[in-house]
T-cell receptor, first 115, second 109 residues
């Protein structure tokens, strides 16, 4: 199956700093990448959808200036959590689609802890 | 109404039994449906996709889709303890992949 690599898998940062999370499709070109956030024992909450070369589409309530998404190529999307606060601590997961309305393959996830 | 709803669970079945997981969705125009499995602390992994009405079988897994009823289900035959996980139903809605809350399945030896 298709492989999606997400890095880092775990990060601890100080409050007020920024953290960048990378999501790469290793063996296919991803037309669309999705970013999710998951709190313990809860489901995946879609944060934004990004398409290569265009601005990300954010879900209502997700601050685009705080969660910067860049999809510069067909194999790489990044999520930057700016000025992180403890309430941003969560499990962030990306997924990538080969084509419209097809299966999405997930990265390993990034567990962010803001102290 | 939530866009994707799953039966709340948790669901517990004995080893060797059939586990039945259900999902309904709100967007009548949706055409693509997926089942994912997520182990605790891990990211979801794809089990099956289904796009047409009817059944689709893959090993011990069978997905069933009824677009008229806006209903999709997953059957797991001969359940194994290793099947214990949270099962997530996903639906493509307006080009976004949206998930249900998940059903936690426990298969008891």
């Amino acid at each position: 199956g298709a492989v999606v690599s997400q890095h880092p898998s775990r990060v601890i940062c100080k409050s007020g700093t920024s953290v960048k999370i990378e999501c790469r499709s290793l063996d296919f070109q991803a037309t669309t990448m999705f970013w999710y956030r998951q709190f313990p024992k809860q489901s995946l909450m879609l944060m934004a959808t990004s398409n290569e070369g265009s601005k990300a589409t954010y879900e209502q309530g997700v601050e685009k200036d705080k969660f910067l998404i860049n999809h510069a190529s067909l194999t790489l999307s990044t999520l930057t959590v700016t000025s992180a606060h403890p309430e941003d601590s969560s499990f962030y997961i990306c997924s990538a689609q080969v084509g419209p309305n097809t299966e999405a393959f997930f990265g390993q996830g990034t567990r962010l802890t803001v102290v | 109404q939530k866009e994707v709803e799953q039966n709340s669970g948790p669901l517990s079945v004995p080893e060797g039994a059939i586990a039945s997981l259900n999902c309904t969705y709100s967007d009548r125009g949706s055409q693509s449906f997926f089942w994912y499995r997520q182990y605790s602390g891990k990211s979801p992994e794809l089990i099956m996709s289904i796009y047409s009405n009817g059944d689709k079988e893959d090993g011990r897994f069978t997905a069933q889709l009824n677009k008229a009823s806006q209903y999709v289900s997953l059957l797991i035959r001969d359940s194994q303890p290793s099947d214990s996980a949270t099962y997530l139903c996903a639906v493509m809605i307006n080009n976004d992949m949206r998930f249900g809350a998940g059903t936690r399945l426990t298969v008891k030896p």
